[in-house]
């Protein structure tokens, strides 16, 4: 934790309400984001039990697993959640712009520009927290490889048509997500927390509930015991006030009102199967339907709360103006899911279960690097970051006081200058780091050399 960081929870404490991070939003955030709330099964991995799902805070989608252990309705929760996230993500895959890209010829060897179409925009997802994301990639995990009944005529559990597109689709973004400055799926608690700084600590600030009342608290209150009552506070049949925001449920609400409403649906269904005429089948459906009613209730009561706190956290974030740099980062988000939607259409596989040993250093140099421009940019955008980089000495601001013009001894000579720097930072570097500047949005290096106290500190 950098200094102004704990500084700005200091005053969070004293003030009793968050404090600002960034005087700058460091990541996207669409115009119509795909927000998704879900649940799933306690004890049962990657077994889903209900999610809200949309792109209107209005009117969510409500989609139900009433008997998480039963393979056919899983599949139908996934070609109900596969019917709402790919025609959202269709519609901006066939609008299109020209751009132009570095490609190797194959004749010469050489990198050459060619025109190619770019997505004018890309689909953005957002999930309440890191736990939401971790969810995403493994539901794309576990139904990219699965097989339909178009697909393989014999296989014993075909899976609706969409779901295994559907897999894809989510583990490209799990992936993407993993890209440090990526806005293609992002997690409203690890935005809010790099805009704000709480009086609680970092794992409190995991609780959406209570992040959201250190930053916007309710008129008249301070920020602590908003966030005590988000966290702690239950009604007087012991359900949470603001219920967990998943995937996880809490334990109270699955022994006290799930478990025995997927008991009395799983009544109902038996009934039914052994209805011996007409009017007792109708009778019993008519049972079933209510069973299912009040899951679908239950589960809708626990995740609207989340639903609107992660639309009212999307609201506090475009409240705050747009870094200089976001669009370009935005633009390569762009390239990952145009390059993605090409290899969809071009007939690939699917993404392998794990990477040969190439492609998993490329990824983890990208991301390195990725990280390395993003500490750099952020601190560009914003003052603070800038003023917290300063202070650790890992930036510094000076003013030229003297050129000693030097040159390169080389064939063609070229301007090598030694200056003279007067600053009042204290920048950790030795001889021969690398310092860099930038100039017009591209960096400009330097090696320093040596400091000289005169009275005052240059560099």
């Not at 003297?402 to 000579?413: G, L, N, Q, Y």
Request: proline share 8%; glycine share 8%.
């Amino acid at each position: 934790m950098s200094l102004i960081s704990t500084l700005a929870r200091l005053e969070a404490v004293e003030a009793g309400r968050a404090r600002p991070l960034a005087t700058v939003r460091h990541r996207h955030v669409s115009d119509r984001p795909l927000v998704l709330v879900p649940l799933t099964t306690a004890g049962e991995a990657g077994a889903p039990l209900g999610a809200l799902v949309g792109s209107d805070p209005a009117t969510p989608r409500l989609l139900v697993v009433p008997q998480p252990r039963d393979r056919d309705l899983r599949f139908a929760f996934l070609a109900d959640l596969a019917e709402e996230v790919l025609p959202h993500l269709d519609a901006y895959a066939d609008v299109v712009e020209q751009a132009e890209r570095s490609e190797t010829d194959p004749e010469t060897g050489k990198k050459v520009k060619v025109a190619v179409d770019l997505c004018a925009d890309a689909p953005q997802i957002v999930v309440p927290n890191r736990a939401g994301v971790e969810y995403v990639r493994l539901l794309g995990r576990s139904t990219r490889f699965r097989r339909t009944a178009e697909q393989d005529p014999e296989t014993p559990f075909p899976a609706p048509a969409r779901v295994p597109l559907l897999g894809r689709w989510l583990t490209h973004y799990g992936e993407r997500a993993r890209v440090p400055g990526s806005s293609l799926l992002v997690a409203a608690t690890e935005l809010l927390n790099r805009h704000w700084a709480t009086g609680q600590s970092s794992l409190e600030d995991q609780h959406l509930g209570a992040l959201l009342a250190w930053i916007d608290p309710p008129e008249g209150e301070q920020g602590a015991d908003a966030a005590l009552r988000a966290e702690l506070g239950r009604d007087r049949d012991g359900q949470l006030l603001c219920p967990p925001a998943g995937p996880a449920t809490d334990p109270a609400f699955d022994n006290r009102l799930l478990a025995p409403a997927i008991e009395r649906y799983d009544r109902a269904r038996q009934a039914l199967a052994t209805a011996e005429d007409g009017e007792a089948a109708d009778e019993r459906l008519g049972a079933l339907h209510r069973a299912e009613s009040e899951v679908r209730r239950l589960l809708l009561a626990q995740l609207r709360p989340t639903w609107d706190a992660v639309w009212r956290a999307v609201g506090l974030l475009r409240d705050l103006p747009a870094g200089p740099r976001v669009a370009d980062r935005w633009t390569r988000d762009r390239w990952s899911f145009t390059g993605h939607r090409d290899r969809v259409r071009a007939g690939e596989p699917p993404q392998p279960r794990r990477d040969d040993a190439v492609t998993a250093a490329q990824k983890l140099a990208a991301r390195e690097a990725a990280q390395t421009q993003l500490d750099a940019q952020e601190a560009l955008d914003d003052p603070l970051g800038m003023a917290g980089r300063r202070l650790a000495g890992e930036a510094f601001l000076g003013e030229v006081v003297d050129v000693e013009m030097a040159w390169t001894e080389s064939k063609r000579p070229s301007p090598r200058p030694l200056l003279t720097v007067r600053t009042d930072d204290a920048p950790h570097l030795g001889p021969g780091v690398k310092a860099y500047r930038s100039l017009d949005g591209r960096p400009q290096s330097a090696e320093f050399v040596r400091f000289e106290e005169a009275g005052e500190r240059g560099a």
